[in-house]
């Protein structure tokens, strides 16, 4: 398809974006092009918006920016297989080599060589967005489009959670962020007996609640482990999820997993992190899992039925939706702290 | 059982200890009495015996010393089912509770209210031991004294190394100290394609090739990651077995582990140890492990079962061997750096 | 404690029991006694009162029935540790060796030499009962008896259900008696996505559906393998919970299990049952589960939290409940298949 | 590449083949084109070759027959990425359709709409074969063609004895064809305590002991129940792998597994099998694995990894090699029952 299109492009070494033309993205063979009907902003986007030392290093300009989308197939390449035009789709970010090791096991989600939508190649904040049919996941027709571009980051959520023996089970979830808070619906979803929320920020805790924590714990104001030690008879909890990216967080968090229990990591820290490894991993037999993405396709269809079925209601979690000229206001909301997932529709 | 015998005791606050005559133990109605028939030296009695800040915190003199034993039922307390006068037995040093969650799940060695043998009441290093009848083990017949009484130890890196999924495996052992050492037994045992061992020390280097390690690299004079990097083809190794102690060690580690690849920690680290957590762990998708102990009973089934059948032939790590009276030779070779397991009989 | 008690006891060979009067049991130095609060009837008692040949060739009269209970420990063996008189306590059925392989590994529900409870010694329809202090299971507080009896039959239910992996999976349950409808509430608390109840009796199917299952099936009336397979746009469900005893109930099943699916069979087949092994079980990758009991205790720690919190209601499948002088009433409305659980109360 | 070939071709509804030339295969955009270096025989193509009612039913005639194989890339389609002319490689035979649920979520090996090389379409027995580039493995240099082309039945073996725990557990082998017989080198490689081999053919169970087999029992001539049982101390054995498609071999082998054991299904049987399931699964806790293929492509790296390093050796098992022009005499040798693997080679 020839022509121009707008799209939220990162063009200066610095804070910000421009909406602006620019060339509606060419296929090769192996693509197919997609209508772009919803996005969301990922914390992802947010690093590069605001510029950090992430960002500086890894980002080369000009990009298009996003890659929590759905949408329609507009065009398919000539050598793809099994989509049409007029298949109402989403895309997994991570474009895997289908070669390696992790990939041909199974992992695709750990390729040693993968690129990512909307990070190392032009994303879906646009008209139209270009994708690897490899990357293509056909969306049930029964999602609406606000839902379907929230399977990215609700696909994290389910990896790290469903990662975990969760049925009957004591659950943590460190950190209200926007996964922490679809982890909430899943833990409660798959069963957890109690789901504990930990953040400092009031406004998360209160959707913690709507997700379905049985208690939201201030950790600003309270001695999470006390806390946690004493309501769960000293037993302390069987799961955590660590999801805050804080360095005492996460030590907390260990000191309150009961003996033999289990930790998930999703969480980027911005330093190096420092455990009493010996203490609270080894002595306690605990187990951590380092989650990122999610899994090709084992995650996608879970995540689906969680959402379709309605098990999993991610409406208390979108906090704002504006058109893509409005994206500034998207992003200083995500920067206010105030603030779940925000939807940009083109 | 009345009268005197010869026992290794802790008895003053100072690196050492004293052969002396002290008071047979008188059994409770749950124990057994055992003649000492083989023992062997743990890190944990050397750490007693040099007087450390841990032992300072941790023991109250006086203590007979020693928990890993193999000997003969003499005497049989009155609530005591289903052993005899004469059975020939070791013992799990850890005195599990039986009433905890952990007890109550199959997870005994991670019991909340355990008190280890030698450590927290009298040990092995005697002419006799009382032990709780829950903590016994049926020795094979077929085994040795002076194998029979390293089940112990040779359990932790039975747990450790068989908590991994090894047949086919790159592994590699991180510290080639007796438990480093077994597991380099267990893991060529459970048919691991490659074997790497590393630690700074050629003496134990040299056993590590013994016990069926492929290739054995001294951390001291190479560039550990870049050797095992480069021999795997830069895929990496599918599981590392942590057993060092060592912060370096640990981070070079987990570079060197394959993304979704998997880790076991058993070492206890002097200090607090700093993670690069985000790019060596989360991104990576790794799993860590961390190992305390011996399951009652699985491990000690799969121990004995390994030690039988000759598949791990421990007498390559057997570098000492004394009489209890020459006791202090026994610790000395521990503290040299050039010794395996050291041997003490009565 | 010494006195009479009143007991249904099995005590001809023939269809039937009595009520009467028999001493109180003498408890040994290893149990508690225990006053019975509730009890409930299980399909092994209408076995033993309908006499047919597995009762006839297995049960040894005179017998006091039953095994599923809640009351309160009123007198305590000298050589048991940890339970009190006034205690409130469910007890596991099989009296496991606690000596053999499987009891020393964490399966003790599958011990070689276990005694059944109401079955090999005497039971609990009766105001007391006499029971090993190593088969107790503390009740929550918070259950009602008539809920806590339950536990050992909703254990079977829950042992059965979460041996395979539910949450956001397709689920049948194959045969709608108690444990059926107790997997069905299981399931839906684990978070199947779509739960199939089957059965040929209406009565039966309405209580199903009480219970969460999402479409109920009168397998009398439809192709059941057709239904399925359409419903499930021609995938099949991910997970067969046999619980029919029917060999057609069976072979139906796994021809609507998708590939690479899971069953649990907790079923008692009258006869040798055929299957076509090579094209639906060995060719669809299939993986078959026996399942007998309850896991010691881990299954007990999952219950007791499913019901507490009320994840799992079973007042849907409480139809009936008798005094024990009523107890050929409750016999009957077993046999008549219009009931779910029958509670007998002292 | 234009031109003819040799080919050994089913062209008759009967018993019997034929070599004769045929057109080399033309590639389509997504295909390869091998050249064979060497083929072996499986019991499929024994099974085409005497024309039985599984053959009658499933065969469209003419095929060229075959599918284990080794060779090298001597053309390649348009549309193929990261395959060149020279590669040394192998075919996986299971053309998997990469878009369903199975192909989707790691289980490939179970693609409800895969075609079998050999089977479906043109197979290897001939001097080129054409294959989807999707179906290939990329064979060790190390390997010698004649061991390369046994990966797919040793990957039967690989992928049926490492689904399960094989380490220092007792495991039986029931039925020593060639895949049994591989199996015993699997297992003895995992580090299986003992393997049993069960067979009525003693030529087989001489294979047997080669393979690592402690003892090989004739099931003519002993009762194959009782020997197991009094072998291990009458626990059973942890694993059975039931390899003979042989209905009394499977009830005999049911009856020696322990409770709670593991059994691996591997066969395929002339007709339906009757069970005493409730007896000998449910009761006794097994879990029945139904295993078919081999894992893309997990099984395969095991199988390169064990067949390189030596673990596995195969050479006692190829008992003939032939020229594709005596390939009758192949064939024969399969029938006779004194053959375990035949080797042809163009």
Known sequence: ???KMKAIVKDRHEAGAVLKKVDIPQITPDDVLIEVWATSI?????????????AANRIKIPLTMGHEVAGKIVEVGGRVNGWDVGDYVSIECHDACGRCYQCRTGQAHLCRNYRILGVDFDGVFADYVKAPAGSLWRNRT???????????????AVHA???QDISTKTVAVMGCGPIGLFSIGVAAAAGAEKIYAIDVNDYRLQIAQKMGAHRAIDAGHSSIVDVIM????HEGVDV?????GNEMGLNNGLKFVKNGGNVALLSLYPNRVSLDLSDDVVFKGLTLKGITGRKMWDTWYKTSALLSSGQVDVSHVITHKFSMERFVEGFEAMNSGESGKVILVP
């Not at 990922?42 to 992430?54: A, E, K, P, Q, S």
């Not at 004493?230 to 008879?233: I, K, L, N, S, V």
């Open 1 to 3: 398809m020839n022509g």
């Open 161 to 163: 959670t469903l990662s």
């Open 142 to 156: 029964t999602l609406p489009p606000e839902t379907a571009c929230l399977q990215d980051p609700v696909g994290n």
């Open 240 to 244: 955590l999820l660590e999801m805050s």
């Open 42 to 54: 990922c914390g992802t986007d947010l690093h590069m918006y605001n510029w950090d030392n992430w």
């Open 230 to 233: 004493e309501d769960t008879g």
